[in-house]
C-alpha cells in the first residue's frame, strides 16, 4: 500500500479534502483505506498497482472541478473593527458637541449646510462641510453607527488614509449631484450621504475583487450581486421624516462609480505611506472648506 495523501484529522480543511479523496476514488472503484497516526497524522492509502489510476482520476476530477467557487476565506472579526472609523464618529460628536453648546448650531447649519442654491453661487465648500453637521442627536447617533458598521470595514481594507479620502470625494461627490438637480433654499446636512457612499465603496469593491489575479486593468464584474445587496442596504436606510433621500442614492452611487476605478488601480496608492499621504490630502480639503467658508461670511 502507498500514500497518496498526507493530513491531519485535527485540520477541518484537511479531513474536508481527505473525505472527497475517498468518495471520488470509491466513485471509480478504487481500494482506498485511510491510516491515522498518533500524532493526528492520517494517510489515505491505496495498493500499489492502483497509484497511478487512483491519481489520474483525482487530476481528472480536480480539472473537471476547477471553475466551482471555493468556500469564501475565513475573515477574521477584527476587519469589522476600526479605530479611524471610531475616531471619525467621535469628531462628528465633537463638533456637534462644540457648536451645540456654544450656541452656534442654527448659525452654522445655515453657514455650512448645502443648497443647491448656494452652491449655485460657488460656494461649493458647503458640500465638504455640510457632511460633519448634525439636525439633532437622534440623527448624529444614527450617522455615527453607520460610520463604525460600514465604514469600519472600508477603512480596514484600503487603509485609514485612503478610505476617509473616498469617503470624502464620494460624499461630497453625492451632494453636489443631487444638489445640482434643484435651485432651492433648502438646507441638507449629515454624514449620511457618506455613510451611503460606504456601502456603495465596500460593493465595488466586492465587484472588482480578484481583478488584479487575472491582471486586468478593469475590473471583471463577477455579479452584480454585492451591487444589489449595497443597494438595498442604502434604500431600507433612505426614508424617513427629513431624509434627503437623492443624497443617499447619490452618494451610494457615487462611491460605487469611485470604488469601480480605485480599486482595480489601487495597488500602487496602497499602503502606509500613501495613506499619511492621502491623510494630509484629507486635511488639507477640510481645511481649504472650513476657510472658504469663514471668509464667506466674515469678510
Known amino acids: 500500500m502507498k500514500s497518496i495523501f498526507t ?56 480539472m473537471e472541478n476547477k471553475d466551482i467557487p471555493r468556500p469564501a476565506p475565513h475573515v477574521p472579526t477584527r476587519i469589522f473593527f476600526s479605530p479611524a472609523a471610531l475616531a471619525l464618529a467621535f469628531f462628528l460628536a465633537a463638533i456637534h458637541y462644540i457648536i451645540t453648546t456654544l450656541g452656534l448650531h442654527k448659525q452654522a447649519i445655515l453657514n455650512f449646510g448645502s443648497s443647491s442654491y448656494y452652491l449655485s453661487q460657488g460656494q461649493s465648500f458647503r458640500a465638504v462641510t455640510a457632511l460633519f453637521l448634525h439636525s439633532d442627536t437622534d440623527h448624529l447617533l444614527g450617522n455615527m453607527a ?50 451611503m457612499a460606504a456601502a456603495g465603496l465596500l460593493g465595488a469593491r466586492r ?46 452611487l457615487a462611491g460605487t462609480g469611485i470604488g469601480l476605478c480605485y480599486y482595480p488601480l489601487s495597488a500602487p496608492l496602497s499602503g502606509p505611506v500613501m495613506g499619511r499621504i492621502s491623510f494630509a490630502i484629507v486635511l488639507a480639503i477640510l481645511s481649504t472648506a472650513l476657510i472658504r467658508g469663514a471668509l464667506t461670511f466674515f469678510t
Open 7 to 62: 493530513g491531519s484529522i485535527h485540520n477541518k480543511n484537511s479531513r474536508k479534502q481527505a473525505d472527497l479523496i475517498l468518495v471520488v476514488l470509491a466513485s471509480q472503484s478504487v481500494r482506498a483505506a485511510i491510516e491515522t497516526g498518533p500524532d493526528g497524522s492520517c494517510d489515505i492509502l491505496v495498493p500499489d498497482d492502483d497509484v497511478a489510476r487512483a491519481r489520474q482520476h483525482l487530476k481528472k476530477y480536480a
Open 207 to 252: 465587484m472588482t475583487i480578484g481583478a488584479q489575479s487575472n491582471h486586468s486593468l478593469f475590473p471583471k464584474l463577477k455579479s452584480l450581486a454585492p451591487f444589489v445587496a449595497a443597494a438595498t442596504l442604502t434604500a431600507m436606510f433612505s426614508h424617513g421624516e427629513n431624509t434627503d433621500v437623492s443624497a443617499h442614492l447619490f452618494g451610494f
Open 146 to 195: 453607520g460610520i463604525v458598521v460600514l465604514a469600519g470595514p472600508l477603512l480596514r481594507v484600503t487603509g485609514y488614509g485612503q478610505g476617509l479620502l473616498l469617503l470624502l470625494a464620494a460624499g461630497t461627490a453625492g451632494n453636489l449631484i443631487s444638489e445640482s438637480f434643484g435651485r432651492d433654499l433648502r438646507l441638507s446636512i449629515g454624514a449620511s450621504t457618506a455613510v
